[in-house]
């Protein structure tokens, strides 16, 4: 099967929140969806579900969905998951609070390296628990973690937690085998739990591998919980699903037992969608990475070669990219105003990663290259401008 990923399809007036939050003349690359349709088996199945035309409460038979994400992890990463292994949850963004509550207590430390996710930090921060960061580092070659730094965080007796980014958004950064052992090795050592989402997984792109923090060994199996969602990789996340893959028995009944309190329900066509996509879409996944790889390859040569005060590098992983725009010498309020005032782009800033992102944006390129090429030609206008000035 091919996919048309340069397909320009209008979002516009469908509620999203990417195309909505901005008046038309601004060009949204922001919020991590993407501008693709999802795979075309995928959706036959919801248009034949929706036929159907009655959507009463769904059954609580998740077998399909636990056994098309152990499928997944089998096939795409060679990780030997068990289908009882896995519990469905409503999106990744939900786990990461879900988890946080589950496995530590209030006041309790919950350690993340930053620039992260904003929900990372928020997650503990909103639930009384308090979020340690170890900045990561440029390196020669990418973005380092700081293993000492880790260490001692770990080391705090009220840290109990470690938030793990793998892929890393927005850097982009997809950690190696010996990276994520020390890690490992380290919350061995401290007792930590690991949360790893792995929400980007399937965009890793050749020279790196995705390798899923707990298929390392079975200590670390026993220490961890993964969280997965083919919401990033099919554009699927209005339909709320996740999985979370848990080997030990006890952290996943514990965390179990936290979704099954918090009583959030599911839709009979996002368990249909996850399935679907897990099951007969990898071909779709092969074309759409060589698509994003082409995109953010035409996107770093572009703006290190013509857009003046702005430096990109190629990520390892995800479709974001880590825009350096400390040479345009702006404040993060003014910076943000210039891409969109002057770029009319609406792109992430920064700071909402954490205060290690300031002088940076977020960049996303998950869109048809017309698009992208949009926008960077909108961008290095305003940028050539305020050069000339
Ligand atoms: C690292 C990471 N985790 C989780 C999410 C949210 O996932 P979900 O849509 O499953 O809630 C995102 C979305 O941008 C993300 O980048």
């Known amino acids: 099967m091919r996919h048309d990923f340069d397909e320009i399809i209008d979002r516009r007036g469908t509620d999203s929140e990417k195309w909505n939050n901005y008046p038309p003349d601004v060009l949204p690359m922001w919020v991590a969806d993407s501008d693709f349709k999802c795979p075309a088996p995928v959706i036959d199945a919801l248009l034949n579900r929706v036929r159907h035309g009655v959507f009463g409460y769904c059954k609580d038979d998740l077998e399909k969905v636990e056994k ?27 786990v990461l609070s879900l988890v946080v509550n589950a496995f530590t207590n209030p006041g309790d430390y919950v350690v993340v390296t930053t620039p992260i996710y904003p929900p990372f930090s928020l997650a503990p921060a909103f639930n009384g628990r308090k979020p340690l960061s170890s900045p990561l580092r440029q390196g020669q070659s990418g973005w380092e973690f700081d293993f000492d730094d880790l260490e001692t965080l770990f080391a705090e007796p009220r840290a109990k937690l470690l ?13 190696t085998e010996a990276e994520l052992l020390r890690i490992g090795e380290l919350c061995l050592r401290h007792g930590i739990v690991v949360l790893s989402d792995e929400v980007h ?10 390798i899923p923090f707990a298929s390392l060994s079975p200590q670390l199996a026993d220490i961890s919980l993964t969280a997965i969602n083919p919401s990033k990789t099919f554009n699927l996340a209005d339909l709320r699903t996740a999985g979370v893959i848990a080997g030990n028995v006890v952290l996943r009944e514990r965390y179990r037992t936290a979704v099954t309190n918090a009583k959030l329900g599911r839709s009979s066509l996002g368990l249909l969608a996850y399935e679907v996509a897990y099951t007969q879409c990898a071909w779709y996944v092969d074309e759409l990475v060589l698509y994003i790889k082409a995109n953010l390859e035409y996107a770093v040569d572009r703006i290190n070669r013509k857009i003046p005060g702005i ?43 954490g205060p290690e992102g300031a002088g940076f944006m977020r960049l996303n ?25």
């Open 68 to 94: 098309a994400s152990a499928h997944w992890m089998r096939t795409r990463f060679g990780w030997d998951v068990r289908s009882e292994w896995v519990v469905f949850s409503p999106g990744v963004g939900t």
């Open 163 to 175: 938030l793990l980014c793998n892929p890393h958004n927005p850097t982009g950064k997809a950690a």
């Open 201 to 210: 997984c399937d965009y890793v792109f050749p020279g790196r591998k995705h």
């Open 311 to 353: 430096r990109a590098d190629m990520p390892e992983a995800t479709y974001l990219l880590w825009l350096d725009c400390r040479e345009l010498g702006l404040p993060q309020r003014r910076l943000v105003e210039f891409f969109l005032q002057e770029a009319k782009t609406a792109l992430n800033s920064g700071t909402s990663f």
């Open 365 to 389: 390129t998950a869109c048809p290259r017309a698009v992208l090429e949009e926008g960077l030609a909108r961008i290095e206008r305003a940028c050539r401008a305020a050069a000339a000035r």
